[in-house]
């Protein structure tokens, strides 16, 4: 089946600096899906891309829908403590309505 | 607005025990998701409800487990008996036409269940 595979598994960064992290796909998905789990609650929906290629920011994040459409990436600017939490990139399955999670990066910001 | 609300937030059980998770979701979604996550698993899809109807239910790992979802703004996932693997957090999330077949899913608090 299909699956996504993020890197890396963690993170652990100082207060201030850009955090990179990435999802790989060997399949083809038409929407790529960022969300952020606090601890201790649900995942939250960040950014939604739905076209190849396209970039899309909200604040201090930007995410990249890649041209073959099996890659996408985050990026977080000047982190601060309230980015940590659990990363999840994911994806509607062939067929749609099936939503595919990665297995997360976990980003820990020391203040 | 209320987000999707589930019950109970914590519960913790004896290995044989019925376990029932509620969840109501938002005021008109029409789709209804289960999930389980686990640190080994992940995020892992049960079944799927669409306009109270269960599409998808290849999720749920054996026949102890049941969902039933009888008007729109309820469901339930049940396990009977439970066990000690059965230890998770269970999210439910909604969504409706348009964005759930885009993965755009609205989730819940979570149940977190302890089978002893």
């Known amino acids: 089946g299909q699956q996504l595979n993020q890197s890396p598994q963690s993170m652990f960064i100082q207060e201030g600096e850009d955090v990179s992290m990435n999802c790989t796909s060997s399949?083809?998905?038409?929407?790529w899906l960022w969300y952020k789990q606090d601890p201790g609650e649900g995942p939250v929906l960040l950014i939604a891309?739905?076209?190849?290629?396209e970039l899309t920011s909200n604040g201090r994040l930007t995410a990249q829908f890649g041209i073959t459409r099996k890659d996408s990436f985050l990026n977080i600017s000047a982190s601060i403590p309230s980015d940590v939490g659990i990363y999840f990139c994911?994806?509607?399955?062939?067929?749609?309505?099936?939503?595919?999670f990665g297995a997360g990066t976990r980003l820990f910001v020391k203040a | 607005d209320a987000g999707v609300i589930q019950s109970p937030r914590h519960e913790v059980t004896e290995m044989g025990q019925e376990v029932t998770l509620r969840c109501k979701p938002i005021?008109?979604?029409?789709?209804l998701f289960w999930y389980r996550q686990t640190m080994m698993r992940g995020l892992e899809l049960l079944i799927y409800?669409?306009?109270?109807?269960?599409?998808?239910d290849s999720g749920m790992p054996e026949d102890r487990f049941s969902a039933k979802m009888p008007n729109a703004s309820f469901s339930t996932l049940k396990i009977q008996p439970s066990e000690p693997r059965d230890s998770a957090v269970y999210f439910c999330?909604?969504?409706?036409?348009?964005?759930?077949?885009?993965?755009?899913?609205?989730f819940g608090e979570g149940s977190r269940l302890t089978v002893l």
């Open positions: 891309l739905y076209k190849a290629g």
């Open positions: 399949s083809i998905f038409n929407t």
């Open positions: 409800f669409n306009n109270n109807v269960p599409i998808d």
């Open positions: 999330a909604s969504s409706y036409d348009g964005r759930a077949d885009t993965g755009e899913l609205f």
């Open positions: 005021s008109g979604h029409n789709s």
């Open positions: 994911a994806g509607p399955n062939t067929g749609g309505f099936k939503t595919i």
